[in-house]
């Protein structure tokens, strides 16, 4: 049977991002959408897909590298750990701790079997399978046994997961006394005041709610965080939302640089220069961002 012609697979794909894009009623679950976004990160240097810590970060590049930094820093990873990473894309993160914090092993758990293969393979080119193993599984119910690591971490996936409180408890479960969390997420912000902001935070959740999937047992604000987390077990618990430090410097770099939208695909590139054309104060009005770290009682 003759293969069918690239172009085909070109067009099929179109068509997809067209639907899932300008379709206002089109969803995709979370493997749809990043087996559709594939390899096309906006970054120049690897396939970071994390929208980047910006304090002292010029270039999305490096604010991504930063990111994955300040949750290293955040948790106190050293070199003794075994450290589990949820939802961990194309490993980018694995490789850089792997490389500069050196913990004793790192395993990797994600849903997406077309992200497993690509870091697999990468992780393979660069000598590191020996101290990063990759496996396809979910966060929600991990196929790992029970006390078995130093260290959690979910870097900018948590609220993807049905639910975060069952993430919560299975980081629990598979944490060694004494072992750490550490979450990088997105949640709404509280409530503005004033009729014209509460619809800009609707509008601007809505958007990224719907296109990237957030259940609807996602969906509340830093302080049941906490709470949550804590009702799993978890002492020790810290929240701090650091999104002045990532949608505001952020968008600014987008604005500025063309380079990583043209790295996107063709039909995303529009909606995108149309947001950055927009104000960032009503644009990410809706959206927190905040960095947890928890710790399970030695």
């Known amino acids: 049977m003759p293969a069918a012609p690239a172009h085909a697979g070109s067009l099929r794909e179109s068509l997809r991002y067209l639907n899932w894009v300008y379709n206002p009623f089109q969803s995709l679950d979370v493997s749809q959408v990043y087996d559709l976004l594939s390899t096309r990160a906006p970054t120049g240097r690897g396939l970071w897909l994390n929208l980047g810590y910006w304090r002292d970060a010029r270039t ?4 991504c590298v930063a990111m994955a930094d300040l949750l290293a ?3 106190g990873m050293t070199g003794a750990d075994a450290v589990l990473d949820v939802g961990f894309g194309f490993a980018d ?4 701790w792997a490389q500069t914090r050196a913990p004793r092993s790192i395993t990797g758990l994600n849903i997406t079997a077309s992200q497993v293969a690509v870091a697999r393979a990468r992780v393979a080119d660069l000598g590191l399978c020996e101290r990063i193993d990759l496996r396809e599984g979910s966060a929600t119910a991990m196929p790992l046994p029970d006390a078995a690591f130093d260290v959690v971490t979910a870097l ?3 609220f993807h997961f049905r639910t975060r409180e069952r993430f919560f408890a299975e980081a629990f479960r598979v944490l060694r006394p ?8 997105i949640l709404p912000m509280p409530t ?3 009729w014209g902001a509460r619809l800009q935070q609707r509008v601007s959740w809505t958007l990224v709610a719907g296109k990237f999937p957030i259940p609807k047992e996602n969906i509340y604000t830093l302080p049941e965080y906490g709470a949550r987390l804590a009702a799993c077990g978890f002492t020790g618990v810290r929240v701090d939302s650091i999104r002045d430090e990532v949608y505001a410097p952020l968008h600014r770099c987008l604005a500025q640089d063309p380079a990583p939208i ?3 695909h063709p039909l995303m590139r529009l909606p995108a220069r149309l947001t950055l054309s927009m104000d960032a104060t009503g644009i990410y009005r809706g959206l927190d961002y905040v960095l947890a770290v928890a710790h399970k009682p030695g």
């Open 192 to 194: 503005a005041s004033g």
């Open 178 to 185: 004494g072992g750490r969390l550490v979450v990088a997420d």
């Open 156 to 158: 900018e996936c948590a």
């Open 93 to 96: 993160q694995d490789v850089r």
């Open 262 to 264: 043209a790295r996107l």
């Open 60 to 63: 999305l590049d490096d604010a």
């Open 73 to 75: 820093e955040r948790v």
